[in-house]
């Protein structure tokens, strides 16, 4: 399944009245807002700053500590609450697996509760004289759904990591590559974009031991999209109610049917690149570091034994390395003679562990 990995909301309350909670003002102001003079009584510099000269002011978010290093992003005014932050990791010593939007609201407003705030509510807005509509829920404006696949092992993860990064999306979204680390599509954005990324190497310092175990052994690739406010404006997903139900869909925008979570529902959206997760590894990608490199030089044909740029020392090391790969860099590569195997890797959904819940998210 597909789960919600960040929240970005708002809600504004008219009648006023709640706690003010910032973590102090950043200003902007006219550059002859501050006027330093001589003082003729005293001889000394003095500053005197025209208040009517400040452009705009704006309040700065309220980092709200949980347990783990986690942290949620808070903003109260006196009518306006805003929240943002991976609600799926915050007080946990992980999130490689986590909620869907609805249970992130309902844990959102735990913290709310705890800050003396009222809850996010789905409640409708109402129509104006002017024809407009005043909303008086919650606003949606960002949220990343994500799902995990399982590769089969660290290495097979990482060769998926590169063969993506030359897959772009059917959606008009380039791939943009950062490495072993993961890549990106759409990445800038203001409607959405989407990433990709070995899980094992984001678990942190809190992770179950267990737990961080299992997930380089799988191999698991996480696959993310951050649906930004234009999106979630376009397609009716900014109020909360569109994340409570399943849905029966057949709809041509969707062009699914049956009943899922709206969660999957727009996540498969965006898996037209995953239909293309099958990718090749041979044996030589198994040999680490820069021998590796070595390996796969002498494979192409290069005579890395009569290199001189390295020294016969570097070269002695190197050849003792490959023979344990059954490779002997001393004797030309020979195509006919090396025996290739290549192994079909695979992307598919990660299944969540029977013991997840219970011994690593409590």
């Known amino acids: ?46 500053t005197v700053f025209d208040a009517t000269k400040i452009e705009w002011t704006t309040e700065r978010n309220f980092d709200y500590q949980g347990s783990y290093d986690t942290k949620i992003r808070i903003k109260c005014d006196g009518n306006r609450i805003t929240f943002d932050g991976n609600v799926s990791r915050f007080g946990r010593r992980d999130n490689v697996f986590g909620y869907s939007v609805f249970d992130c609201i309902i844990r959102a407003n735990d913290i709310l509760a705890a800050l003396g705030l009222p809850p996010f509510t789905n409640e409708r807005g109402t129509n104006t004289a002017d024809g407009g509509i005043v909303q008086r829920g919650c606003i949606i404006t960002r949220i990343d759904l994500t799902r995990n696949y399982s590769t089969g092992s660290d290495v097979s993860a990482k060769r998926l990591i590169h063969y993506f990064a030359g897959q772009d999306s059917s959606r008009k979204a380039s791939a943009k590559s950062y490495g072993d680390n993961g890549i990106t599509w759409g990445e800038g954005s203001k409607f959405w974009y989407a990433k990709m990324y070995i899980k094992a190497e984001s678990l942190g310092e809190h992770c179950n031991v267990e737990l961080a175990e299992w997930v380089k052994e799988q191999g698991i690739i996480r696959h993310e999209i951050s649906l930004k406010s234009r999106y979630l404006t376009k397609y009716g997903l900014r109020n909360i109610n569109a994340w409570i139900n399943k849905y029966n869909v057949d709809t041509e925008y969707l062009k699914i049917s049956g009943v899922k979570d709206m969660e999957n529902i727009i996540y498969d959206r965006f898996t037209d690149v995953l239909t293309r997760g099958t990718a090749t590894r041979s044996p030589l990608e198994d040999i680490p570091k820069n021998i590796g490199r070595i390996a796969r030089d002498w494979r192409s044909g290069q005579d890395v034994w009569g290199d001189e740029t390295y020294t016969a020392r570097t070269k002695q090391r190197w050849r003792k390395e490959l023979l344990a790969y059954g490779i002997d860099i001393k004797k030309p590569s020979n195509v006919t003679r090396l025996p290739i195997r290549l192994e079909v890797v695979q992307l598919t959904p990660s299944v969540i562990p029977s013991w997840y819940w219970e011994q690593v998210a409590a």
């Open 1 to 46: 399944m597909a789960f919600c990995d960040w929240l970005t909301c708002y809600q504004t309350h008219f009648e006023g009245g709640l706690p003010v909670i910032n973590d102090g003002c950043i200003a902007q102001f006219e550059a002859d807002a501050i006027k330093r003079f001589i003082d003729p009584e005293t001889g000394q510099m003095k």
